[in-house]
Structures are given as C-alpha cells and as structure tokens.
C-alpha cells in the first residue's frame, strides 16, 4: 500500500509546487511575515509563490486524498502549507457531514502548523466558524484562551463566518475575551472584525464601544473605527465620545 508520503499525487504536488518558487518573492515574504530571532513567524520558510497560484494549485488536486493533505500540512514550506489548508476548506465546503467532521478534527489538532496570519485567516471561518453553532461557542471560547497566539487569532477569525450572516454575538464575545491581550497580531485581527460588524450594523458596533472602546488597545480601536468619520474617529481617539 502506498502511503501518503510518497503519494503518487502528493509528490507531484509539492513537485508543481517548486516549479513555481520564485527566489525574489520568498526574500521578500522572509521579511513580510516577520521571520526573523524572536518575531512571530521565526524560522519559516517560502517559496515565493502568490496566493492565486496556491488557489489553482488546490483546484488542480482538489482530489487529495486526506493523509496525503495532512503530510502537505506538515511542511516546513509556508506556501505548502497554505495550499493545504486550501484544500481543507474546499474539502470541507463540498463534503458531507463525516467528511467535514474529519477535516474539523483534523485542522484542531494540528494547528501548530497553522502558524501565520495568512495561514489563520484564508481558512478560520471556513473550517472552524461554519462548524460552530452561533448560540455554543465553548470552542472559540477555549481558543481564545489558549497560550497560542495563532489559536487565538483562529477564534476570533473563525467568527467572520457568522458576521457575513448577521450574527454579531460570537464575534462581540471573543472581541470582549481577547481585549486584554498583548499581542499585535491579536489587536488588528479583533479590530478588523468589529470594523466587519460595522459594516454590516453599525449601531451594533458602536453600543460596543461605547463599553469597552476607552480600555481597547490604540491598534485595536483604530482597526474598529476606520469606517466612522474622521470627527468621530477623533473623538474616541481622544477618548470624548
């Protein structure tokens, strides 16, 4: 029997995969995800590839079989990693529910390779939001309470799944939880959602504010309010609304 690691089809993956490394872009990417001593992304690895490339990438194999994505997943190369969680989402999307259980389980319990922003946010709400019911979020509450930043991060992005359907309370949950917490990474990805709920409610959002906006971090409150007006924004920049 052939394993997954040396899968016919996964070795023609990641074979595809290199042909496509462009040396330039990786340098960049190198300093982009802040992979230097002590930054977030340490020790990663590019190949230079974009994210369109990695999408089509994950349309040509949609038909990986699930070991064989869970060994992509296991790459010391970013851009690999991606395009398995790609095919996760796809998989996930189009499955039936034992499939979707199997990938769900299987992207909890390795998410120590789901380990940059990018990584979190093309595939948190996808497979982790949509298994959620809005009204029993004890799962997005354990994330947010994790020592791992990326967990972290993957509960709070998770809950974009139910703001593009109108259900703000998950999000204004997690955002509340997560207020206090030191990392950037963590600040923006908050804001940027409660700037989502605002898009979409904006009396909503602003009721949340009015709560919590004087102890919110600066990068956090300024992700919020991007969209308010420039007097507004002043105001609780300068903490008067």
Do not use: C
Not at 4 to 16: F, G, N, Q, R, V
Not at 185 to 198: T, Y
Request: a positive charge; glycine letters at 4%; proline letters at 4%.
């Amino acid at each position: 029997m052939t394993s997954a690691i040396d899968s016919p089809t996964l070795a023609a993956i990641k074979a595809e995969i290199q042909t496509l490394a462009e040396p330039k872009r990786a340098t960049v990417s190198l300093t982009f995800f802040k992979t230097g001593p002590g930054q977030y992304g340490e020790g990663d690895k590019f190949l230079g590839l974009t994210v369109p490339q990695m999408r089509t990438l994950a349309k040509k194999y949609r038909k990986l079989d699930h070991d064989s994505a869970l060994a992509l997943l296991a790459s010391p190369w970013h851009e690999e990693r991606l395009v398995a969680l790609l095919l996760f989402v796809d998989g996930y999307k189009r499955g039936d529910e034992q499939t979707r259980r199997q990938i769900h389980h299987a992207y909890l319990s390795n998410t120590r390779w789901i380990n940059n922003w990018d990584l979190v946010d093309l595939s948190a709400e996808h497979v982790v939001g949509s298994h959620v019911e809005p009204k029993r979020i004890a799962l997005l509450e354990k994330l947010a309470r994790s020592k791992d930043l990326w967990e972290r991060r993957i509960a709070i992005v998770a809950t974009f799944y139910f703001i593009k359907r109108n259900e703000f309370r998950p999000t204004l949950r997690i955002a509340t939880m997560l207020m206090a917490d030191s990392h950037d990474l963590i600040h923006k990805a908050v804001g940027w959602m409660l700037r989502e709920v605002g898009k979409r409610d904006r009396k909503a959002l602003d009721a949340f504010l009015k709560k919590h906006y004087s102890k919110m971090p600066r990068t956090m409150l300024r992700y919020a309010i991007e969209r308010h007006p420039e007097s507004l924004r002043k105001k609780y920049l300068a903490g008067t609304v």
